[in-house]
């Protein structure tokens, strides 16, 4: 199928051709053309441009049969990637998040049992049909609102059977979903400790088996580790991330959420695609990760922030504004999951973003779409709306982009494009 979608009220396209991450004043930069259009050849990008580009685009080009999209007082954007979630699990909390709001807080909610230890139940009891069924629900309401890319990590198994049950699902979901959206896989073992294990053990299960049948079944692009106060040391992700390098699993992990524990010199070391959470990072560790992003011989570490959690749990917000002012990039994730954020919204990210942590409409794009797919190494395929890479687009019925933000809680996603396929029609 091709498709031409002409004379697009605002074409944001977030074109990156310096082929690195977005940072500093170069987050604000989105590749904006008024009255723009696209051409869509079977499921790549062929063209976005000008009036007068396309002219010459289809004088030259052998595609004579194409349909044709009218994008007056449209915005298009690249389909939005969420670099962070969980969202292959069963059960729900909803009794936990009263307790929180009577005023326990999370850490000691886990204490007593609940956390992630309650979802790990939950999952244990499940097949993998049922975990399908439930993942798959939230599938569609992630492209609901334009999420076409949904990195999903494993981490409420706990053990060789459920891990492995967890990302199988993932890779079932990823051939076969019904819109076609595209699953990233990340091994997250080292999410709490073997509830019938001690901390030794479990850790040696990993390294010395879990770790190579993840590995050799392909079942995972990515090795996580929760690096926090009564889960994992930033010495125990080391050991780990150095076994998954081994076999063929980059670096990502959960830090510096409730306490700054030595996680980030932990990412750096093994240069972790991103570093997520950063509610409590400090200004050390900051300047640590903007040397490293100066380098240029090194791959930039993503700083990956989520605010919906702040939200949710009432805890700080990461800080933003100080990561762009020093050139490390940023990007936005729901981190959908039963016990700090129950959301797959996001456009409801995107909104805290722009009030809490005080970025601009321009920043908060970047940080969904092509900041997210380095997050994610999948910069060359998705992220940007540019000659080659994969047709996932979103078609807005706004008169801005800045509506994005502005009228916030309103969804105006009215059309889905992946992989060159109009997939669905929300409004």
């Known amino acids: 199928m091709n498709i031409l979608i002409k004379d697009i009220g605002q074409l944001i396209t977030c074109a990156n051709k310096g082929r690195i991450p977005k940072a500093g004043k170069k987050q604000s930069e989105i590749g904006l053309i008024r009255n723009g259009n696209i051409f869509i050849e079977k499921d790549k990008i062929a063209f976005a441009g000008s009036n007068a580009e396309l002219k010459k685009f289809l004088a030259g080009s052998a595609v004579k049969n194409y349909d044709v999209i009218d994008g007056r007082g449209k915005v298009i954007t690249p389909g939005f990637i969420?670099?962070?979630?969980?969202?292959?699990?069963?059960?729900?909390?909803?009794?936990?998040?009263?307790?929180?709001?009577a005023g326990k807080t999370y850490q000691e909610i886990a204490k007593a049992g609940g956390g992630i230890l309650s979802t790990v139940n939950a999952v244990r009891n499940s097949n993998k049909s049922e975990l399908t069924e439930l993942s798959g629900k939230r599938l569609d309401n992630?492209?609901?609102?334009?999420?076409?890319?949904?990195?999903?990590?494993?981490?409420?198994?706990?053990?060789?059977?459920?891990?492995?049950?967890?990302?199988?699902?993932?890779?079932?979901?990823?051939?076969?979903?019904?819109?076609?959206?595209?699953?990233?896989?990340?091994?997250?073992?080292?999410?709490?400790?073997?509830?019938?294990?001690?901390?030794?053990e479990y850790i040696y299960e990993i390294c010395h088996n879990i770790i190579s049948i993840v590995s050799r079944e392909g079942l995972a692009k990515f090795i996580d580790v929760f690096v926090e106060v009564n889960y994992f040391t930033k010495e125990e992700a080391d050991k780990i991330f150095t076994f998954g390098k081994k076999y063929g699993l980059t670096a990502k992990l959960h830090t510096d959420q409730f306490n700054s524990v030595g996680g980030i010199e932990t990412g750096i070391k093994h240069n972790a695609a991103s570093v997520d959470h950063l509610e409590v990072l400090k200004e050390d560790d900051i300047e640590l990760l903007a040397a490293?992003?100066?380098?240029?011989?090194?791959?930039?570490?993503?700083?990956?922030?989520?605010?919906?959690?702040?939200?949710?749990?009432?805890?700080?917000y990461a800080p933003a504004r100080k990561l762009?002012?020093?050139?490390?990039?940023?990007?936005?994730?729901?981190?959908?999951?039963?016990?700090?954020c129950m959301t797959e919204n996001i456009q409801m990210i995107m909104s805290l973003a722009s009030v809490h942590l005080k970025m601009t409409a321009e920043e908060i794009l970047n940080a969904v779409t092509i900041n997210a797919a380095f997050a994610l190494n999948i910069e060359s395929k998705s992220g940007s709306i540019e000659t080659g890479k994969q047709a996932d687009l979103l078609i807005f019925d706004m008169p801005s982009y800045k509506y994005l933000v502005?009228?916030?809680?309103?969804?105006?996603?009215?059309?889905?494009?992946k992989k060159g396929k109009i997939v669905l029609h929300v409004n």
């Open 82 to 101: 969420d670099s962070h979630t969980h969202f292959v699990f069963a059960g729900s909390r909803e009794d936990e998040y009263e307790m929180r709001q």
């Open 142 to 200: 992630f492209i609901k609102y334009g999420s076409t890319t949904v990195e999903g990590k494993s981490g409420y198994g706990l053990d060789l059977g459920n891990e492995l049950k967890i990302l199988e699902v993932m890779k079932e979901l990823n051939e076969n979903n019904k819109y076609g959206i595209d699953i990233i896989p990340t091994f997250l073992g080292a999410h709490s400790v073997h509830p019938e294990k001690s901390r030794e």
């Open 406 to 417: 502005y009228n916030f809680g309103v969804n105006h996603l009215e059309t889905v494009i």
């Open 324 to 340: 762009i002012s020093k050139k490390i990039p940023v990007a936005l994730a729901t981190d959908f999951n039963p016990g700090s």
């Open 292 to 316: 490293h992003c100066k380098d240029k011989k090194k791959r930039n570490i993503i700083a990956t922030v989520l605010p919906g959690v702040s939200y949710f749990l009432g805890i700080p």
